[in-house]
């Protein structure tokens, strides 16, 4: 089942979300390749950590957030 059909998704408009979930990739990995990294304070080690963590990043942002808890 999709995010969109489960309702998971901010949006019912897959577009935008999968044009923008393939520029971060794109960009991320193309910063790498080009050694733009160490500018940011990210080491080679430290890449595959920052990449997870702009992915998990990504998803919340795009992710329908729980209704606030009643009190």
Known sequence: MSGIAAG???TNELKP???AGRALVYGFARMNI???FPR???SE???ERTAEAILDLFIEGIAKRPPPAQR
């Open 45 to 47: 080690a430290d890449a």
């Open 34 to 36: 080009d050694g733009h």
């Open 17 to 19: 979300v999968l044009i």
């Open 40 to 42: 940011w304070g990210v």
């Open 8 to 10: 998971a998704l901010r």
